[in-house]
């Protein structure tokens, strides 16, 4: 007799069980698979950050530091301070004398050495230079000591002799311009000693001139004038 086949009653509480227990039996295997794979993400994911936070910490805590700026010195705007002009020459060269000490004041000098001019008062060799020009100069002044009465001339530079070092005198042209001098020295000469007259070097010079009797006598007034007594001053101021 042929075995009769089992049939499972699906409807029997034996089977009820079993199924609960099949589908209890797959909750847990796909709990565990949820855990498996969410933890190995986990896991990857926690590599990844771990990553970012070290990339993070080390900017934080090693920072890329640029140099600092130059510091900016401001140039100080200095003003450049315009050369004086030179005064224009006077056209005319007459220039006008004051010595205290001889009690001259604005006396007329005339570029003339003649004896015409000289007569009239001191003069300047028109061969010597000027106060306002910029070279080396000598400006060459002479004067009688006696004159001629009426004149400037007139014992005009009689006491010449008596001039101390350091004494002032004092040179004006026809613009109003002042130049200011001390005495610095004095020398005999013969009359014929031209050297006397030529400029200094580095200096600014005037020089007066007058008569006296001889080198060794100054104070004689004449009657032979062998000998020229010269007072220079250098410019100051």
């Not at 100054?218 to 101021?237: D, I, M, Q, S």
């Amino acid at each position: 007799m042929e075995k009769q086949r089992r049939t499972w009653d699906t409807t029997r509480p034996k089977y009820a069980v079993y199924r609960r227990r099949r589908r209890f039996a797959l909750l847990v295997l796909v709990l565990l698979a949820t855990l498996v794979l969410g933890g190995l993400g986990a896991y990857l994911f926690s590599g990844d950050a771990a990553e970012e936070n070290d990339e993070s910490v080390e900017r934080v805590v090693t920072p890329t530091v640029e140099q600092p700026p130059e510091a900016v010195v401001e140039e100080e705007t200095v003003e450049e301070e315009e050369p004086e002009r030179a005064a224009p020459p006077p056209e005319d060269p007459t220039l006008f004398l004051t010595v205290p000490r001889l009690g001259i004041f604005g006396h007329t000098v005339r570029n003339d050495r003649s004896e015409p001019a000289l007569d009239l008062g001191a003069i300047k060799l028109p061969s010597t230079g000027f106060p306002w020009q910029e070279q080396d100069t000598n400006t060459y002044i002479a004067c009688h000591r006696l004159g001629w009465p009426g004149n400037e001339s007139y014992h005009q530079c009689l006491d010449l002799p008596s001039m101390q070092k350091g004494d002032e005198l004092f040179l004006a042209d026809t613009n109003g311009t002042v130049y200011r001098y001390q005495v610095s020295d004095t020398i005999i000469v013969g009359p014929d000693e031209s050297w006397v007259t030529e400029p200094v070097a580095g200096r600014d010079l005037v020089s007066l001139q007058t008569c006296v009797e001889n080198a060794n006598d100054v104070y004689t007034l004449g009657p032979n004038w062998l000998a020229r007594f010269v007072v220079r001053a250098e410019r100051v101021g």
